[in-house]
């Protein structure tokens, strides 16, 4: 019953800012949206899926991909059962479909829908 939506996608002119939403439901108090990780990935058209940043269950530790460390930050909010990903400095190379991901421990995984970037002048 865990379903992730991410929103907050859209085009925006290069060197220009975007925050994405990745918001959680159907978490209970014994499966619980602070249990999972959650990591932001991206896709191109022509290109595989990569992972652009994650961040542990309570927020403490994060990892970027190289391409988008000191312009994208991530963080969550789990009252709000919500992970965000702050893009500045928008780039071309930043257009794709922005995925979010829960992880609980090593097997349990899910997926949202994902949201469209673009990045054009």
């Not at 290069?14 to 990780?37: A, E, K, Q, V």
Request: net charge positive; charged share 15%; glycine share 14%.
């Amino acid at each position: 019953q865990v379903q992730l939506e991410e929103s907050g996608g859209g085009l925006v002119q290069p060197g220009g800012s975007l925050r994405l939403s990745c918001t959680g439901s159907g978490f209970t108090f014994n499966n619980t949206f602070g249990s999972y990780g959650m990591s932001w990935h991206r896709q191109s058209p022509g290109k595989e899926r990569e992972l652009v940043a994650s961040i542990s269950g309570r927020g403490s530790s994060t990892t970027y991909r190289d391409s988008v460390r000191g312009r994208f930050t991530v963080s969550r909010d789990n009252a709000k059962n919500t992970v965000y990903l702050q893009m500045n400095s928008l780039q071309p190379e930043d257009t794709a479909v922005y995925y979010c991901k829960a992880i609980r421990g090593a097997a349990t995984i899910y997926w949202g829908q994902g949201t469209q970037v673009t990045v054009s002048s």
